[in-house]
């Protein structure tokens, strides 16, 4: 370097000295000084050593800088000294996005093709001395580089487009061109292929016509689709604008360069590989007919992309995907790779993109093509957090700032160095290091904290084969019973129902189903049950059937953790499998509509009732209902059935409901109390309604028929004119707390029905006699009853129902609901609003004790629970008592 400095001192005028000077002088914030005096060296040449009066003051040091950082603009300007004017009229502005156009002035292809190069080139260095001077922030500059490459994409489709219509007419249907990867997300590096998309409306018809004749639309679309690429790839003497790669499009290269809608629709829901999904995430049209074809081709992309329901299936093929990277890497030698390397650019963007796809279906909120704008939307709505968030983002910038400087000395794709290289030391250079080991410490941080994240994300360890699993090793992993789990992992691997195959591909699950094991909320019965399971044929195709799949596998360990909900009903029902796990039925509400539909195709009602039951408690377990939405669901399912066994029955009597199903209130195994009632007296109906209560019984409902008019002794279908007088005149004060849920189901004479019951309730005096009489009751059920903690003992759910009769009964409000009482309730009392939540949390331990045969979630705060019922029981029982 001293040699060239002395060189040009002695060969150029004081002007240009006076840039060289400048370089000697601050040569620590040269990068690469040497090329920096070689381009004033070469532009003194190209001007004759005239000095240009734009060299002068800030710009023309910043020149220098730009020669300093890149090779490649510095032979770009050289070449077209006439655009170093317009680069400083520009370099300072920031451009809205529609300053990046450019206007077709030329009909030859070849001068077009050159403009296109010249154009992109003479940007990209507005931008990059915009970066080296900190004159922007990281997202305006990969944006206005995206929006650079957008604009020579848009005036490629003009040209082309032009051209061919004037050679075979205009086609019967538009076509655009879809920006992929970091294109799409506004996000394009220096130097980066441009992945694309081309689509256009339908292969169906054919151009005008012009002086070549006609065309079908998808011949023509392929000639436009190859000219773009021509256009924009091809090698002139101004170089390449850049490279289009074309092979995200369906079937890679071996599929048609261009695509209809219909084409697309038909591969994406019947062909399209997972990883097809992350690809789709980033998918932008730009340029063509954006407002049709391109909303259109964002419909059908959206709906590939985004699940309904929650898919941690993705997870493996983003692993998949990163095992090939990781090979591929390890062949690279000793270069550092900032892309696919260990703790990469790419593990980040697998980060971000893995929530969005696994999560974005359900929470839209996260949805971004930007990989920093994306990064934000997880800390808003919370699946990263704040340090999660800062280190992430931190990194991503860094790592896309190191990969932007690398490329932009000769603006080759690459993103791999070696650490001992001169190209390292003039990398911490332009990165603002003061040594080359500053920057590799830095970058090697920064690496190692991005891996930890991604491989906390995505776990990769070893598993641990199932069956090597000791006593001991399971008490540490945290079971309550670890040799009742040694016990039945033995007899898994003993089972004769079990192929050596099969058993294989258990042990090697390992710690994986061991954890879901762990998790669910009995694990003991989870492993009894997980063996009877695989007992079956049908077991065992659908387990190991989804072993890859471990929200599917994690939902089936969950359901064999119930003591006999779901294989009572397997049992039954095995097609139940077929339709369990299916997320259109999961993620819609249970009601008649989604019923009739699945009864109308299958005609099975047993299968019908088992599927909507299990599904009712997949949606509870996923957080699509609420505890009180889950008893609304399986009273919704027990309304069906009995409607449609009425139907098929066609008695002359009505049925109506009291209890749980009154209220709409069913839990698992809740009985169904039934009336039957008719209009008039009607011979043989008794038969009729003993055959109505078997047909029940075989779905596998308990029917109790006891609440009717004299109990067991009175008749078990009696008319509407002998409930009236019974209830005027014979019918206790326990039965007007039954009638509080009386429901009319099905059958003639709701009206009557619902009126006859009305004045029952409310047309006697609700008095302190009443409600004496009540208390005792109350109190009559905890003495008889003493061991039903959850339900009869004092803080049971019967304390908060007792509350909801009195309720309705004083306030005259026929609500049915007991929640919906004590909503009514705390709207008139204040003091009364936890009702609502102690209802909840004691039906949910109901709920859980008849599921697993013990309450899984409060665990010994079950009693402080109850203590907080009897309490709000009490003070209620005063407030009564002082109303009345």
């Not at 990969?403 to 000769?410: A, F, I, K, R």
């Not at 377990?621 to 139907?647: A, H, N, P, Q, V």
Request: proline share 3%.
């Amino acid at each position: 370097m001293n040699f060239l400095l002395e060189k040009l001192k002695c060969s150029l005028n004081p002007e240009w000295l006076n840039l060289v000077r400048a370089v000697e002088e601050r040569q620590e914030e040269f990068p690469n000084p040497r090329r920096a005096l070689l381009f004033i060296e070469k532009l003194s040449n190209r001007l004759n050593c005239q000095f240009s009066d734009y060299l002068h003051g800030d710009f023309g040091f910043h020149l220098l800088l730009l020669f300093s950082y890149s090779q490649f603009l510095g032979e770009f300007l050289i070449n077209h000294v006439e655009l170093i004017e317009e680069l400083r009229s520009i370099y300072r502005e920031t451009f809205l996005p529609s300053d990046f156009r450019i206007e077709i002035s030329t009909q030859d292809r070849r001068k077009f093709i050159d403009s296109l190069r010249v154009y992109k080139n003479l940007q990209i260095a507005r931008v990059v001395l915009r970066d080296i001077l900190h004159l922007a922030p990281f997202l305006e500059l990969v944006r206005d580089t995206t929006l650079i490459h957008d604009a020579c994409i848009k005036a490629a489709y003009d040209f082309a487009y032009r051209n061919l219509v004037k050679k075979y007419g205009k086609p019967s249907s538009n076509f655009i061109v879809v920006d992929m990867g970091k294109a799409g997300g506004f996000e394009l590096n220096y130097s980066s292929d441009v992945d694309v998309i081309y689509v256009y409306g339908s292969r169906y018809g054919e151009t005008e016509g012009g002086t070549y004749g006609k065309l079908q639309n998808h011949d023509f679309f392929t000639l436009l689709s190859r000219e773009i690429t021509e256009l924009l790839s091809e090698r002139t003497k101004e170089g390449i604008c850049f490279v289009v790669d074309t092979r995200l499009r369906p079937n890679g290269s071996m599929g048609p360069l261009t695509n209809d809608i219909e084409a697309l629709e038909q591969y994406y829901t019947a062909v399209a590989r997972p990883w097809e999904r992350i690809a789709l995430l980033k998918a932008r049209p730009s340029a063509g007919d954006i407002g049709g074809v391109g909303l259109e081709f964002l419909e059908l992309a959206n709906l590939f992309v985004y699940r309904k329901y929650i898919d941690l299936s993705l997870i493996e093929e983003v692993l998949r995907i990163k095992e090939m990277i990781r090979a591929k890497v390890s062949k690279k030698g000793g270069k550092i790779d900032l892309k696919l390397g260990k703790g990469g650019i790419r593990e980040i963007e697998f980060i971000v993109q893995a929530f969005q796809v696994i999560y974005g279906g359900k929470y839209p909120q996260i949805r971004s093509k930007n990989t920093v704008v994306a990064l934000k939307k997880l800390l808003n709505w919370g699946f990263l957090n704040r340090r999660e968030y800062e280190e992430l983002l931190n990194s991503y910038i860094f790592l896309r700032r190191a990969e932007h400087m690398l490329q932009v000395t000769n603006f080759r794709q690459t993103q791999t160095f070696h650490p001992e290289s001169e190209e390292a030391e003039e990398l911490s250079k332009k990165l603002g290091f003061k040594s080359r080991d500053e920057f590799l410490r830095e970058l090697s941080s920064v690496m190692k904290r991005v891996n930890y994240y991604f491989n906390r994300f995505f776990p990769t360890k070893e598993l641990k084969p199932l069956s090597s699993y000791t006593v001991e090793e399971l008490e540490r992993f945290g079971f309550k019973e670890p040799e009742e789990i040694k016990r039945f992992i033995d007899a898994l691997f003993d089972s004769k129902s079990l192929s050596v195959e099969k058993k294989r591909k258990l042990d090697v699950l390992g710690t994986k189903l061991l954890k879901l094991i762990y998790e669910a909320p009995v694990s003991k019965t989870a492993i009894k049950n997980l063996l009877l399971f695989l007992e079956t044929e049908e077991g065992q195709v659908f387990f190991f059937s989804v072993l890859s799949h471990e929200n599917l596998l994690k939902l089936l360990i969950y359901l064999l953790s119930t003591k006999d909900f779901f294989l009572k009903r397997f049992r039954k029902s095995p097609e139940v499998l077929e339709h369990i796990f299916s997320p259109e039925l999961i993620e819609s509400p249970v009601n008649e509509s989604s019923m009739e539909e699945f009864f109308k195709e299958l005609q099975n009602l047993q299968l019908l009732k088992n599927t909507f039951e299990i599904v009712s408690l997949l949606r509870k377990r996923l957080g699509r209902t609420r505890i009180e939405e889950f008893f609304s669901e399986l009273t919704s399912i027990c309304d069906f059935c009995l409607k449609r066994r009425y139907e098929k029955l066609k008695p002359k009597f009505a049925v109506s409901s009291l209890g749980k199903c009154g209220s709409r209130e069913m839990n698992v195994g809740s009985d169904l109390d039934l009336l039957f009632i008719s209009k008039e007296k009607v011979e043989d109906e008794t038969e009729r309604a003993v055959d109505f209560v078997k047909s029940l019984e075989e779905l596998g409902y308990e029917v109790d028929t006891r609440l009717r008019p004299f109990g067991e002794k009175g008749e078990l279908v009696f008319t509407l004119s002998y409930l009236e007088k019974y209830l005027k005149e014979t019918a206790r004060t326990w039965e007007r707390l039954a009638f509080t849920r009386f429901r009319f189901l099905v059958g003639d004479g709701r009206e009557r029905a619902e009126r006859i019951v009305r004045e029952f309730l409310f047309k006697k005096p609700f008095n302190r006699e009443v409600l004496n009489e009540i208390l005792s009751m109350r109190e009559r059920l905890e003495r008889e009853f003493p061991s039903s903690t959850l339900k009869y003992a004092p803080g049971g759910v019967v304390d908060l129902e007792f509350v909801s009769y009195i309720y309705q009964l004083y306030s005259k409000k026929w609500l049915r609901h007991t929640l919906e009482s004590l909503k009514a309730l705390s709207q008139e009392e204040e003091r009364f609003s936890k009702g609502e939540d102690l209802y909840r949390l004691i039906r949910q331990a109901e709920t859980e004790k008849r599921l697993f045969s013990e309450i899984t979630s409060l665990g010994d705060k079950i009693n402080e629970l109850r203590k907080e019922i009897r309490s709000f029981y009490r003070e209620f029982v005063n407030w009564m008592t002082l109303k009345v």
